[in-house]
């Protein structure tokens, strides 16, 4: 038997029983700036309990003794996926740190961390797992169990985290979401239309409900609860009215696909990230539907004959109690049930829900937007309308031109059990807890209204059609087909975004061999990939509609910009692989 062979065998069993590496104390670095550099209400004070964590952070979890989990970004060895902290003198900041939950490298990218009846529950792209919690012990000592596992033979897809969310019945509801925009004929390609009906939404594209305490489910084990749900990150239950709620990702890409209907700026703002209110038999539109938080109204996707105006049958499909502007990622959401504790937030939160937005990254040419923690408040003991802006300052930089340029982007939230407040970020791996240390009877407008003033920030603002568009008055950026098909992933920078979209800057993808960039841009690419030294694992759509021509002229681009330089593709080289290609089917 191999060495190679054995190894892979060892990491396969490490995943269905989890790993735990031994326990160690170690001191990390520490930032002292005022509330670690972010915007809160008058009263409030935010402490940082890590300044930086290899695996970096997503999503997180805090006991009822305080200890934090974490699901990690990367994990460290690419065999561990959640990391551990614990505040062994209480001064708020973590001074212990541990590692455990085997997870093989593919798939291992993922979402959800809550702690549910004494579990621990996370996941990876594919499996929801959890660990049972012993008390007064920072790592579990048991082995994973594995509750749910996604079996569709996907091969690439988009939209497959899983987050979880319990309700107060034994239920369990996974999300299992579409990858498509709008369930196109040719996904991502330009006026492709859509398929009517769409067969996604027999096993996507909705919420399916679980029992939260049987072992080894698949997709068959549940029933599908909700439909017409794109992308699902941000989920939870209310317990003030006992229903589940999410904040989902909209559509993308109005402009590369339907630039005859749409103009840069309706694809920056539109359309709407939906705070929706998720009961039985829900169906929120898509993939036929989007919401348009500008007109107030669900509209056609143009894959169906929408043109930006045509509402058809929106108003038959469940509308959003907010419609959040596009792009801004919603990717945590929490209801808030801390008020009375000792570090309890004033009644101004009681019931309310913490929104983490994590950020745009294409709504060139206008400013990258999101980047912040929002706040609704409870009204009647269901969400109000209205929302405000409770935590800002993340991306450290205004305008975001780039979402490179965000020093953090927060991602995960959760209450502590003694009121307060952990956010985690995804960039560098950094966890803020934050307190109310004011008088909470004297909490109220002037210390609200100071926030909102946050709200005229670019990342936050609707932006003006011509003096935020970044492009105004200056020559279009590098080349045009550039902007149009490559700059929402890859940015305008060439650097990517860090978690989603590889950098093109020094990558050895752009510098290497040139018939492969070309068969990258005429087949598309499926993960999982590995770009210096990051696993990346996401879809690149084929781009073979555009001419010879066209491809020559970006792929010149790329190998020239950003710091790169390397040799032309010439229109030949171009026509040469196309025909390759043909030869191969």
Aim: net charge neutral; charged share 25%.
């Amino acid at each position: 038997m191999s060495k190679l062979y054995t190894r892979g065998l060892f990491l396969a069993l490490l995943a269905v029983v989890g790993f735990v590496r031994p326990e160690t104390t170690t001191t990390l670095p520490v930032r002292t700036a005022e509330n670690g550099g972010l915007f809160l209400p008058e009263g409030f004070e935010a402490t940082v309990v890590v300044d930086s964590l290899a695996g970096r952070a997503r999503h997180l979890a805090v006991n009822d003794n305080g200890d934090i989990y974490v699901k990690a970004r990367f994990a460290r060895d690419k065999d561990e996926s959640v990391i551990a902290l614990r505040d062994t003198n209480g001064d708020g900041r973590a001074d212990i740190i541990k590692r455990f939950g085997g997870l093989t490298r593919e798939r291992a990218y993922g979402t959800a961390m809550r702690i549910h009846n004494g579990y621990l529950y996370f996941s990876s792209e594919l499996i929801v797992y959890r660990y049972k919690l012993t008390p007064g012990q920072l790592v579990p000592e048991g082995p994973a169990e594995i509750m749910l596992t996604d079996d569709h033979a996907h091969g690439m897809h988009e939209h497959i985290t899983k987050p979880v969310a319990f309700d107060n019945k034994g239920y369990m509801y996974v999300p299992f979401g579409a990858g498509s925009n709008a369930c196109q004929e040719k996904n991502r390609i330009p006026s492709s239309p859509g398929l009517n009906p769409c067969g996604l939404l027999a096993d996507h594209g909705g919420i399916w409900r679980f029992d939260a305490n049987k072992v080894g489910q698949t997709q068959k084990d549940g029933k599908l609860f909700a439909t017409g749900l794109r992308s699902i990150v941000a989920l939870d239950w209310n317990p003030a009215d006992q229903t589940l709620y999410t904040v989902g990702h909209g559509r993308d890409d109005f402009l590369m696909l339907w630039s005859h209907l749409y103009s840069p700026w309706e694809s920056a703002v539109l359309p709407s990230e939906e705070f929706l209110r998720v009961k039985e038999g829900m169906d929120a539109g898509w993939p036929y539907y989007y919401y348009d938080q500008i007109q107030k109204k669900k509209l056609l996707n143009p894959e169906y004959g929408g043109d930006g105006k045509k509402a058809g049958k929106g108003a038959d499909y469940e509308q959003p109690v907010i419609g959040f502007p596009a792009h801004w990622a919603p990717n945590d959401l929490v209801f808030y049930q801390k008020t009375g504790a000792t570090n309890g937030f004033p009644e101004h939160y009681k019931n309310g829900a913490f929104i983490a937005f994590h950020g745009s990254t294409n709504r060139a040419p206008y400013p990258q937007a999101g980047y912040f923690i929002c706040f609704v408040p409870d009204k009647n003991g269901s969400p109000s309308t209205n929302w405000e802006v409770f935590a800002d300052g993340f991306a450290g930089v205004d305008p975001v031109v780039n979402v490179s340029d965000a020093v953090y982007r927060p991602m995960g939230i959760a209450m502590g059990p003694d009121g307060s407040l952990y956010i985690a970020e995804t960039e560098k791996g950094k966890i803020w807890k934050v307190t109310y240390k004011g008088d909470k009877s004297k909490f109220g407008p002037a210390q609200l209204a100071q926030m909102e003033k946050r709200k005229s920030m670019s990342n936050i603002r609707t932006p003006d059609k011509i003096a935020d568009n970044l492009d105004k008055d200056k020559p279009v950026l590098g080349s045009k087909v550039y902007g149009v098909y490559c700059a929402a992933c890859h940015q305008r920078n060439g650097r990517g975004d860090s978690q989603r979209f590889p950098p093109l800057a020094d990558s050895e993808w752009v510098l290497g061999d040139k018939n492969r960039l070309i068969e990258v841009l005429l087949k598309g690419l499926e993960g999982p990939i590995e770009v210096k030294g990051q696993s990346y694992n996401n879809v690149m759509p084929q781009h073979d509609f555009l001419k010879n021509e066209a491809i020559a002229e970006v792929l010149t681009f790329v190998r020239q910009s950003f710091g790169n330089s390397a040799s032309a593709v010439s229109v030949d080289e171009v026509d040469a692989v196309r025909k390759s290609i043909k030869k191969k089917k």
